[in-house]
């Protein structure tokens, strides 16, 4: 069974970088057609896809976000990473890590617990 | 403002049988897949249908999918109280270059 946890700050300034890290077990960064990803859920909206990375290193992310985003893996530790920079009050969230499955249907197979993100001076 | 549309909310009483659609375009439910979530309150989403109608592995027969044009729809029968939840779907937007989501719709199960 495949697990995913992140971890990070819950608490970062305005103007400064938000720094997160997922951790997958069960299962290699490395194998299949998976890549992984950052979801964020504002307070009673939607969700946000935010980006991903295949365990290669290539990258995708959200237009709206891409000149913040970096997201990066350590396959010897398995995990991937996400760094967003100048943070405002709008990317307080719940920031989510999955797994997503680009073998030809296209969904998020696994999901991490959700960690809270408050942007405040 | 999300680029898939759902209703923000649906209701059903034990027993029924409900439906939320979501509304997209070309690039993304007209060309892809789309796929299902279920957002019990204070969890992380969890996995309903991929490929448009499939459930994975635990998911009941109650679940359905299907997909038609640019429109998508999830379909719950024999509603229970324990699916009162946030319900989004999702697809590839081949113009975007990006998952794109709906905006969710709130089961409420009376």
């Known amino acids: 069974q495949v697990q995913l946890q992140e971890s990070g700050p819950g608490l970062v300034k305005p103007s400064q970088t938000l720094s997160l890290t997922c951790t997958v077990s069960?299962?290699?960064?490395?194998?299949?057609?998976?890549?992984w990803s950052w979801i964020r859920h504002h307070p009673g909206k939607g969700l946000e896809w935010i980006g991903y990375?295949?365990?290669?290193?290539?990258?995708s992310y959200n237009p709206s976000l891409k000149s913040r985003v970096t997201i990066s893996a350590d396959t010897s530790k398995n995990q991937f990473s996400l760094k967003l920079s100048s943070v405002t009050a709008a990317d307080a969230a719940v920031y989510y890590c999955?797994?997503?499955?680009?073998?030809?249907?296209?969904?998020?197979?696994?999901w991490g617990q959700g960690t809270l993100v408050t942007v405040s001076s | 403002q999300s680029v898939l549309t759902q209703p923000p909310s649906a209701s059903g009483t034990p027993g029924q049988r409900v439906t939320i659609s979501c509304s997209g375009s070309?690039?993304?439910?007209?060309?892809?897949?789309v796929s299902w979530y279920q957002q019990l309150p204070g969890t992380a989403p969890k996995l309903l249908l991929y490929?448009?109608?499939q459930r994975p592995s635990g998911v009941p027969d109650r679940f359905s999918g299907s997909k038609s044009g640019t429109s998508a729809s999830l379909a719950i029968s024999g509603l229970r109280s324990e699916d009162e939840a946030d319900y989004y779907c999702?697809?590839?937007?081949?113009?975007?270059?990006?998952?794109?989501f709906g905006g969710g719709t709130k089961l409420t199960v009376l």
């Open positions: 999955a797994r997503y499955d680009y073998s030809g249907n296209s969904f998020f197979d696994y």
């Open positions: 070309s690039s993304n439910i007209g060309t892809n897949y």
């Open positions: 990375i295949y365990y290669s290193g290539s990258t």
């Open positions: 999702a697809a590839w937007d081949d113009s975007l270059s990006s998952v794109v």
């Open positions: 490929g448009n109608n």
């Open positions: 069960g299962g290699s960064l490395s194998s299949g057609t998976y890549y």
